[in-house]
């Protein structure tokens, strides 16, 4: 679907909403705080800017914000996980605004971290950059996927098959599906006004995933950690322009 100025004008204002998020958490993050607290500031976020949360009530989840430690990959449920040094924790969220949604992710670190888990995040991030960097007017949707596969395979990763990006709109999950690998054609050129959720999620170790018995949060089969980074992108005359870009 092709935005118009007026609808992209509407998710530009959901994207910083969105784009506070993700700096006010990350300046959050510490060892010793719980994830459920991490929730509160997402909402405190959402409540001052006058925005609705796209996540709480999706399906019935029960929180603004997905918070995903170590091996968990995507849709981790807020709580009472303490963070500890040297964990890494993804943070997936987003904002309505004027019925147009925004919806943006990162990994960070938790104190001092590891070198490969350092080395994993900032590989994840290198894929997104890849996979924006093929969002102009013409480019085939699938290369986008391809830029991420290849950024992560050529580290020696593995890009996670079963969660993908999104369409993004008036709703939160729209087509199309925005695949993190290859799936074997070019799929259809890009457009000026298509919007576009990207979210790598990259494994350090093999792509199979598990979920859990809450019905929500996804690990990876073989316990390894796994990063994910998502920006909310449009394909403009002027190339991608990215609508939850914060310091992350």
Wanted: aromatic share 6%.
């Amino acid at each position: 679907m092709r935005r118009t100025e007026s609808e992209l004008d509407k998710m530009r204002r959901a994207g910083r909403v969105v784009a506070e998020i993700l700096e006010r958490t990350r300046a959050a993050i510490r060892p010793g705080i719980t994830t459920l607290e991490l929730d509160a500031v997402s909402r405190e976020v959402i409540e001052r800017r006058g925005a609705r949360s796209n996540f709480l009530g999706y399906h019935g989840f029960p929180a603004t914000i997905c918070t995903s430690p170590n091996d968990m990959i995507v849709h981790g449920i807020p709580g009472s996980y303490v963070l500890e040094e040297g964990d890494i924790i993804s943070i997936d969220c987003g904002a309505i605004v004027e019925g147009y949604h925004g919806d943006a992710a990162y990994t960070a670190p938790v104190g001092t971290v590891s070198a490969a888990a350092a080395r994993l995040m900032e590989v994840t991030r290198h894929s997104l950059s890849a996979a924006i960097d093929e969002l102009h007017e013409g480019n085939r949707l699938h290369e986008v996927g391809a830029a991420v596969q290849r950024v992560a395979e050529e580290a020696g990763y593995s890009v996670v098959r079963n969660y993908v990006g999104h369409g993004i709109g008036t709703a939160m999950h729209e087509a199309p599906s925005v695949p993190n690998y290859w799936p074997g054609s070019p799929g259809p050129k890009l457009k000026v006004g298509n919007v576009l959720a990207v979210e790598p999620m990259v494994n350090a170790g093999k792509p199979e995933t598990v979920e859990l018995p809450d019905g929500w949060s996804v690990v990876t089969a073989d316990g390894s950690l796994s990063a994910h980074f998502e920006h909310t992108i449009a394909v403009t005359e002027k190339g991608p322009e990215v609508f939850t870009m914060a310091d992350v």
